[in-house]
């Protein structure tokens, strides 16, 4: 809109997004989650998903990991911004594609269908290390760990077996090797 | 068995310890255990501000005229929610703030107790970083950090919510170990290979220029020295931001005045033809680069800068320099004077038909306005102010507008920390607040706020905190009537259509300044100005200006939208071939 009657320059071209892993180490404080969420909402970048435990109980450090799009500009800015919060350590970044580092998410899938396609919903999983956590006669809960895109496609395939509900977690993500990030 | 301190005088202490000498605030119900230690504390001298807000813009001022943290002691709730404003002003042009609030006691948090409010959730975006206390033993901890963030790196607001009962508790007091980093955080991590690649980048530049801002203040009054030094030492033309007024003379030959949408026909066109532009402490704000995707096209670009987050965030540069600004400029100096003895003399005629340009553009005179005899022109009053001060060491703040710009372009400074106004957040009613502050850090000193009229409307209450302390701060007002930048606005993107934007009751200004017990001058003609400014500067009382000025006024020169540096709108005598239509009827 070039004749938009804005006080403010008008939006330029769009660049192409990229999908980042983000890890983020920080201490684990009150309201230090809201921070980093907080951070990405108020300068609008994206969050596709999101895992945040404690990993380090002596130093009472907390492992944030953070799935998100954008544009190299955006990304850069993203890890810039997160290193001036107090409460964060260190910040590692990942691109998807990266072959040196492992990404994984767990889902939890509930079926309730007859015993024919129970088997057939368990089969369906094989390649993503299902486990049966619970079973009745009427219906399972599968554990499976996976990619994402893994994860959509299933449950997306499952519902012909009786899938009637998914809980899912955000990414996790590892270097391979021996190397440890700094 | 060692003294226990309750948590009100352990805030006290830390404040002593800090070299905190005077806080703004108001009491409340949250904060009354601190307020009752306040006279066993004879070193820090509280100001009672009349409104929150006042008070967090009087600890800004305070801040940027001296150079020190800026305190400010608000209750909860609706002391911490007034105080918002400011914290956000302070985030945005980087002050250091550190701001005390009450809170309910901690087993009322979270029950919606009377004046609670989430304090950290509100201020958590607009401040570097936040606390709430509920362990006593934090407390000394917590207030010591709290300045230690707020005056390192790229300084700014941090605020210590401290909850009743924890102020009435009592605990050993910590001394104050200062930490090496901050998490890590550290700030200068430039090498000698950045600053040999700057020294490379100055000695083969035909066209250069810097574009200094506000980091330059930040970094202390020797950072300003430095780059006084440098810009000397290579003869490069230099501009700054809005921000950065004072850190080089502004009547200097090689200063081409404030840049950006409302800057200099010369400075402009400069930054749009350079072929090396060093910004120093500026953050390629968009009231500074216009339209992104043209600005300075043809230049390689360096960026000093204390924040590695200003790099690259808004305009890609060549070579990023991280680091404190006096650090910076310190080896680049010393780098210059053993590469290149006689670098100004070799390098004057490689940028001679550069200056020669940059002459063609100042011949234009862009901030020309055409004068009256009968009414009194906004810019005409400025130059008569600065006329009747520039012999005095002078401290300007200003609300945000009209006035906030033509006293950016008419009023030269020659020293920092001299000129305090609101850029990034543009706070109307900043200005009368942070002359009080400023009069609080500088007792002695002539301090103006240049003010519009419905900006210091906002604020206004403030002159009671003025009288109350005899600060003889001096409100000097332009008064067109409208809310003089909307109206330009409207009169150029909205076919004049003057929406809301004239205040048609307003008060009668100088009876208001006698009600308020100071004192009322008004200048109605360009004949009687002179006389009522020395009326006024003779005045050794709080003074309300009432200066009526052409109402229809507009701020030139000017980049429309959508347009770079090099496309300005120049003044009336100028416009007649060059009206806006199309296109160029938005703003930048």
Request: glycine share 8%; hydrophobic share 35%; aromatic share 8%.
């Amino acid at each position: 809109m070039a004749n938009s009657k804005s006080a403010y320059s008008i939006a330029g071209k769009k660049q192409k997004n990229d999908t980042h892993i983000i890890v983020v180490w920080v201490d684990n404080e009150a309201g230090v989650l809201a921070r980093v969420v907080g951070l990405f909402s108020g300068r609008g970048y994206n969050i596709e998903s999101l895992a945040v435990a404690e990993v380090d109980q002596k130093e009472n450090i907390s492992r944030i990991t953070i799935v998100t799009t954008g544009t190299p500009q955006v990304i850069d800015q993203i890890k810039l911004q997160l290193k001036k919060l107090v409460p964060i350590h260190k910040v590692a970044d990942f691109k998807r594609e990266d072959k040196n580092v492992i990404f994984k998410e767990m889902a939890l899938f509930k079926f309730v269908a007859n015993n024919e396609k129970l088997t057939k919903a368990f089969n369906a999983c094989k390649n993503y290390n299902p486990v049966v956590l619970d079973k009745t006669k009427k219906s399972k809960v599968i554990q499976i760990t996976a990619l994402r895109r893994e994860i959509d496609k299933m449950s997306k395939n499952l519902t012909k077996f009786g899938l009637v509900s998914v809980s899912r977690t955000g990414a996790v993500a590892m270097t391979r090797g021996s190397d440890v990030f700094k | 068995m060692p003294k226990l301190y309750s948590g009100a005088e352990i805030v006290f202490k830390c404040l002593e310890d800090q070299n905190v000498s005077h806080i703004f605030g108001y009491p409340g119900g949250a904060v009354l255990p601190i307020y009752d230690e306040l006279k066993n504390f004879n070193s820090i001298k509280h100001i009672l501000v009349r409104h929150e807000q006042g008070a967090g813009h009087a600890a800004e001022g305070y801040a940027r005229s001296s150079g020190k943290p800026g305190v400010l002691l608000v209750t909860s709730g609706p002391g911490a929610t007034n105080a918002v404003t400011a914290l956000t002003d302070a985030y945005m042009d980087s002050v250091p703030l550190v701001c005390i609030t009450g809170q309910v006691p901690t087993h009322l948090i979270g029950t919606d107790a009377f004046q609670e409010c989430d304090t950290t959730g509100i201020t958590r975006p607009c401040t570097k970083h936040n606390w709430l206390v509920k362990d006593i033993n934090d407390l000394s901890e917590i207030m010591h950090k709290a300045f230690e963030v707020a005056t390192t790196g790229r300084p700014g607001p941090v605020l210590v919510d401290i909850p009743k009962d924890i102020q009435f508790q009592k605990t050993k007091y910590k001394n104050y170990r200062k930490e090496k980093k901050l998490n890590g955080k550290s700030h200068d991590n430039f090498s000698q290979k950045n600053i040999d690649e700057l020294i490379k980048l100055i000695s083969k530049a035909k066209k250069p220029i810097f574009y200094t801002g506000g980091g330059v203040i930040n970094s202390g009054p020797k950072a300003s020295e430095l780059l006084r030094e440098l810009v000397y030492a290579t003869g490069f033309p230099i501009t700054s931001t809005l921000q950065g007024l004072g850190c080089f003379p502004a009547d200097d030959n090689q200063f081409l005045g404030m840049l950006g949408m409302h800057g200099t026909y010369e400075a402009n066109n400069a930054m749009y033809s350079c072929d090396l532009m060093i910004n120093i402490g500026a953050r390629f704000d968009d009231r500074i680069t216009g339209k992104i995707d043209e600005f300075s096209p043809k230049s390689k670009k360096v960026h000093i800068d204390i924040d590695p987050s200003s790099i690259n965030k808004n305009v890609k540069v060549d070579l990023p320099i991280v680091g404190d600004i006096k650090s910076v400029l310190t080896s680049t100096l010393k780098t210059l004077k053993k590469s290149k003895k006689k670098f100004s003399k070799s390098n004057k005629h490689q940028i001679s038909n550069w200056w020669e340009k940059i002459q063609k553009w100042r011949s234009k005179r862009s901030l020309d306005y055409i004068g009256s005899e009968e009414t009194i022109k906004p810019q005409y009053a400025i130059e008569r102010l600065y006329e009747l001060t520039k012999d005095r060491d002078t401290y300007i703040t200003t609300e945000v507008g009209q006035h906030q710009m033509w006293a950016a372009q008419h009023y030269k400074f020659n020293k920092p920390n001299r000129w305090m106004t609101s850029g990034g957040l543009g706070t109307m009613g900043y200005g009368l607040p942070a002359a009080v502050g400023v009069q609080i850090a500088h007792p002695k000193k002539l301090v103006v706020d240049i003010a519009g009229e419905a900006s210091v409307l906002m604020t206004m209450q403030e002159m009671s905190t003025a009288v109350q302390y005899n600060l003889p701060i001096k409100i000097f007002i332009l008064n067109n009537e409208y809310m003089g930048m909307v109206r330009q606005w409207q009169e150029l993107l909205h076919d004049k259509n003057y929406s809301e934007s004239y205040t048609a009751a307003l008060p009668d200004f100088v009876k208001m300044a006698e009600a308020y017990g100071c004192v009322g001058i008004r200048a109605k003609t360009p004949e009687e100005l002179d006389d009522k400014i020395i009326e006024m500067l003779n005045t050794d009382r709080p003074v309300i200006f009432d200066c009526l000025v052409d109402k229809q006024e507009n701020c030139f020169p000017m980049i429309p939208s959508g347009k770079p540096h090099n496309q300005m709108l120049l003044g009336p005598k100028d416009q007649k071939d060059k009206k806006i239509t199309g296109k160029g009827r938005t703003l930048v």
